[in-house]
Each structure stands twice: as structure tokens, then as C-alpha cells.
């Protein structure tokens, strides 16, 4: 009988032992589904934060042009009176310009001088008016001062534009000799010094073969389309304008692959000499103090034009360096000219770079390179400070009734209802009733910290009352019970005993929901604090902005440095929220009891 019952029993334990297994087998793939999606967050967060702070690193530092100005007293103070009100008044735009002309003579025409004041600042003038007005005995004498660089210069010399390469030392062995004309110069060297630049010159005559080979299959398609419409067409006008547009079609086709053919021919011999297009980096050449853009190059000899003249009349400079731009000329905003000059101011020393502190303390700016946040991070503090101050005491009382005073009816359930409801509800309907009620009905000032604040008060005001309402609910009855035993009533058993209790989980609610309010931009647009604002605000009632409405509204500018501006304020805007997130778990874990 026993020998039975074991037996019986055998298959009972092997089928046990195998839902065990199964049953650990799925909570160790459970566990490693947790440990995935964990590393996935992770990796996409991190991927996230490091674009965000690696595009703000350009945003850090600035660059200045250092140039000898002479401050002429006929100009800044004719009258001689010394007053800075006077000077603040003088010219100092035509005495920047006058000291950019006097740097590089050469730039002659209209278009080269625009070209050359477009490397400073248009904001340098007023800081050199600044500067002379604080110390007028500057006055008729000439100072070196370093101008603000402009974005498309200092984004030039952060690499933003790719790097002026110079070619090997190998390939500048040996001397080259300079025809220069009137327009034209003619170059030919010893070594192949333009080969490498010639064979780039090859390949992107092989990628233009095959892109006008592409355009010309679509004229191609479209012959046979109109071809087909014509063959269908019942009316003679229809049929005959359908063969006239596939008769241009297939002219454009053909015009199309004889520029490819001829691309390709080209291309296919590797010392034929070729032309430079807009398609292909610029190549120059400095000779004894002079630059030169060649427009066709071989492997030894070259044709262009003279940008800068050279300082000597050599026909075979000793010093000299061939130089390849990475990215052609227009696919850049900086032109050949102007790297040239600015090479050149490197090249004496007159280029610095400084670490940002005006993005720190400046406005808002329509230049790139004088835009700050300090309008926007003081408009964020005067609107959070107002979010407080109404949300959290209102918060934190109507949480205290509803918890502790409250009677249990239907009213108090509708109240807890829509409570719940208004924190589900997408912020910009909070913009929406700021701009009916406060702005519109009670007239508070647009654009201004205190319609903001009273606008995310009210977004804030759900989160602050169910956080505060379960940390005082997560207090123990029998402490309410000790105080009403000993006598206390129940406004002082609310206040003296249970808030002091749940005050750390209140305010951890608080921290969260002031933290989301701070990222919140939507409600914000709706009650114009999306306009241009360049003042610091002093207090609630000025116009402001928020760093999230800057975020926005430089993120929508067509100015590539303001990239880096935007991503440098959105690191100020997410290490705001870290900051304020890592004090409600500071709070939390410091003041938490545990009954």
C-alpha cells in the first residue's frame, strides 16, 4: 500500500517541481524585463540630457576682436565738455567701422564692407560708448578694445561652419610661382600641392553626374507621362499642348545627361585641371601676408583672384600655405572673405574667446550674441514666487477642512471629484481663464508675473490638495485622539499636532507642483508672456517672461546661434528642476516618520 502511494505521489512532485521552475523562470524574465526597460530609459534620458548640454557648451564661451580705435575728439566731444552724456550721444558705430576699414583697406566695395562690419557686434558700439563715457579722458586717444564678436563669426570660430584645413606639410615642399594680373593670378607650383583638393574636386564631379542623371530620369517619366495623355487625349488642342510639354521634357532630359556626361569625362582623369563650383570647398592660398581663392586647379597649377594683397611684390613667395575649407561657400554663412579676415586677426593675436557671463547676465536679445536669461530667470522667480504664495496656503487650508472639518455628503464628494478632475486637465485651458477672467474681467497687467502666478497657482492648486490631504491622512488617529483627550479642540489638534506632522509630505507635494509649474509654457503664451521683454523685471507687475517661454520663443528663430542658447537654457531649466526635485526627497527622507 505504501509502495502504492508513492508511486502515486512521484508524478505529483515531478509536476510541482515543474510549475516551481516556471514560476521562477518567469519572475527572473520579469526581472530582466524591468532591468531592460530601466536600461532603455536610462539610455534614451542620457542621450537626451548629453545633445542638450553638448549643444550648450558653445553657449558658455564668447569671442572678442581686439582692434586699435582712435576716439576722435571732433566726433565724440567737439565741444570739449567732457560730459558722458554728450559722449553716450557721439558716433560710435562709424568709429568701430572706421577701425574694421583701417584693420583690412583692401575691402573696397559696398558689398565687402558689409561683409567686414558683419564681424563684430551690433551691439559693441554701445559698449565701446559705455567704456568712453565712464572714463572721458579717453578721449582723443587711440585704445585697443576688444569688440564683440557677431554669431556668424564666433560660430566660425567655434567650428560651427567646419574648420579652415591646411594641407599636409609634404604637399608645400618645393615653391610656387604667381602671375597676378589686373582681376586674375595665375599659380604653379613645383609639387602637387593641389592634388588632394583636386581628387575632392573629382568626386563631387562624379556625385553632380549623378544627381542631373536622377533629374534627368524624371524629365524622362514625364515624357512618358505626357506621352501616354497624349495618345488618350480626344481633343487636337489637349493632344498638342501634352506633346509640346513631353517634347521640353525631353529636351531638359537630354540637356541634363550631356552635363552629366561631361561631369563624368571630366572626372574620369584624375591631372585634367577643373573648375571650382559653388558645389565644392573654397581652396586658398596665403603668400607673404596676401590670400588667394583659386576658381581651377590642377595638381600644380591654379587660376583665381587676389582677395588680399600680398605685402610683397615676389613673384615666388617664400612663405606660403595652401588652405581647404570643409564646407563649401554656400553651405555657410560666412563667406570666404570673411574667414580670411578673421584668419588673419587669429594670425596676430587679436581673436580671444571668454568664458559667457553675459548669458548669465544680460536680456533678451534679437542678436544672438547679447541674448541672456537674466530677464527670464528673474520673471520665473517673481512668477513662482506669486505661485506660492497663493497656492500653498490655499492649498494646504482647503486640504485641512476637506480632511478634518468636512462633513461626508454629496457636496464634499463633488468638491473631491472635481478636484481630481482639475489635475488631469491640460494646462493651456488654465491659460485660457487667466486670459477670460483675470486679465480680461479683473484687469491684472498682461504680460506680467502676477497673471502668470495667479494662473499657475490655480494649475498648482489640485496637486498641493491631494499631496497635503494623503499626508495628513497618513497621520495616525490616536495622535488626534491624545490631543482632543488632553483637552485641545479641534482647530488646535488641525494645527498644533496633525500639519506639523504631515508638513514634510506637504511640502514635497508643494516642491513637485511648483516644479511642474516652472516647465510649464502653454498657459503662459496665452497671457502674452511670450512678448519680447529686454527690461529685468523689478517686481510682479512688470513686464516678464519665464525661461520656458524663452526656450520657445528662441527655438523658433531663425538664427543658428541661437541653438546653443536655446539648449544652454534649457540645462538652466532642467537643473532648476533636479535642484527642486532633489529637495522634496531631501525633505521627504529627512522629516518622514514611519508609524
Known amino acids: 500500500m505504501s509502495k502504492q502511494m508513492e508511486t502515486a505521489s512521484q508524478p505529483a512532485d515531478i509536476a510541482s517541481n515543474l510549475r516551481l521552475k516556471r514560476r521562477k523562470a518567469a519572475e527572473t524574465r520579469l526581472r530582466l524585463y524591468g532591468v531592460l526597460a530601466l536600461s532603455l530609459a536610462a539610455l534614451a534620458l542620457g542621450t537626451l540630457l548629453w545633445s542638450v548640454v553638448r549643444k550648450a557648451g558653445d553657449a558658455l564661451t564668447e569671442s572678442y576682436i581686439r582692434l586699435p580705435v582712435a576716439l576722435d575728439a571732433a566726433v565724440i566731444d567737439p565741444k570739449g565738455t567732457r560730459d558722458p552724456k554728450t559722449i553716450l550721444r557721439a558716433d560710435f558705430g562709424g568709429l568701430s567701422k572706421a577701425a574694421l576699414r583701417a584693420a583690412f583697406p583692401d575691402a573696397k566695395g559696398r558689398r565687402d564692407k558689409k561683409a567686414l562690419y558683419n564681424l563684430i557686434s551690433g551691439g559693441a558700439p554701445f559698449e565701446l560708448a559705455d567704456k568712453v563715457s565712464a572714463d572721458p579722458s579717453l578721449v582723443g586717444k587711440t585704445i585697443e578694445f576688444d569688440f564683440l564678436a557677431s554669431d556668424t563669426a564666433d560660430l566660425y570660430l567655434k567650428g560651427a561652419y567646419g574648420a579652415l584645413r591646411q594641407e599636409t606639410p609634404e604637399a608645400n615642399d618645393g615653391r610656387i610661382t604667381l602671375e597676378i594680373g589686373k582681376r586674375k593670378v595665375k599659380v604653379r607650383a613645383d609639387s602637387p600641392v593641389f592634388a588632394k583638393a583636386l581628387a575632392e574636386v573629382k568626386q563631387q564631379q562624379l556625385k553632380d553626374a549623378e544627381r542631373l542623371r536622377r533629374q534627368a530620369a524624371r524629365q524622362q517619366n514625364g515624357v512618358n507621362v505626357f506621352t501616354a495623355r497624349a495618345d488618350a487625349a480626344t481633343d487636337e488642342a489637349a493632344r498638342n499642348a501634352y506633346l509640346k510639354s513631353a517634347e521640353k521634357a525631353r529636351a531638359k532630359a537630354a540637356a541634363l545627361l550631356k552635363k552629366a556626361e561631361k561631369l563624368e569625362s571630366e572626372a574620369a582623369d584624375p591631372q585634367r585641371p577643373a573648375r571650382l563650383g559653388r558645389n565644392n570647398p573654397s581652396v586658398l592660398i596665403r603668400a607673404d601676408g596676401g590670400w588667394i581663392k583659386l576658381s581651377h586647379i590642377g595638381p600644380r597649377e591654379g587660376k583665381g583672384k587676389v582677395l588680399i594683397p600680398l605685402t610683397t611684390d615676389d613673384a615666388t613667395p617664400a612663405d606660403w600655405k595652401v588652405y581647404v575649407t570643409e564646407l563649401p561657400e554656400k553651405a555657410r ?180 507642483g511648483m516644479a511642474r509649474a516652472l516647465g510649464e509654457t502653454a498657459p503662459l503664451i496665452m497671457i502674452g508672456m511670450v512678448a519680447f521683454i529686454v527690461d529685468i523685471p523689478k517686481g510682479i507687475t512688470d513686464s516678464a517672461t519665464v525661461l520656458p517661454v524663452q526656450v520657445y520663443r528662441w527655438s523658433d528663430f531663425p538664427e543658428r546661434a541661437f541653438e546653443a542658447r536655446t539648449a544652454a537654457a534649457i540645462s538652466v531649466l532642467i537643473l532648476f528642476l533636479i535642484l527642486m526635485n532633489g529637495l522634496a526627497v531631501f525633505l521627504r527622507r529627512r522629516f518622514e516618520r514611519r508609524w
Do not use: C
Not at 389 to 413: C, H, K, M, Q
Open 333 to 512: 554663412r560666412v563667406s570666404d572673405k570673411q574667414i580670411i579676415w578673421i584668419e588673419a586677426l587669429r594670425h596676430e593675436g587679436r581673436v580671444k574667446s571668454v568664458f559667457n557671463w553675459r548669458f548669465f547676465k544680460a536680456g533678451d536679445s534679437r542678436e544672438p550674441e547679447l541674448a541672456g536669461i537674466r530677464g527670464a530667470a528673474v520673471g520665473s522667480f517673481w512668477t513662482m514666487l506669486v505661485t506660492f504664495l497663493l497656492s500653498f496656503p490655499i492649498g494646504v487650508l482647503a486640504a485641512i477642512y476637506l480632511e478634518e472639518f468636512a462633513p461626508r455628503n454629496r457636496l464634499t464628494d463633488f468638491i473631491e471629484v472635481n478636484i481630481n478632475n482639475l489635475a488631469a486637465v491640460p494646462s493651456i485651458v488654465f491659460g485660457l481663464l487667466g486670459l477670460a477672467v483675470f486679465i480680461g474681467f479683473f484687469g491684472v497687467p498682461r504680460s506680467a508675473p502676477l497673471a502668470g502666478g495667479i494662473v499657475l497657482a490655480i494649475m498648482t492648486l489640485p496637486t498641493i490638495i491631494i499631496a497635503a490631504r494623503a499626508s495628513i491622512a497618513a497621520v495616525p488617529p490616536s495622535i488626534r485622539d491624545a490631543a482632543l483627550g488632553v483637552g485641545a479642540s479641534r482647530l488646535q489638534m488641525a494645527f498644533h499636532h496633525v500639519l506639523p506632522l504631515s508638513l514634510p509630505g506637504i511640502l514635497t507635494g508643494t516642491i513637485i
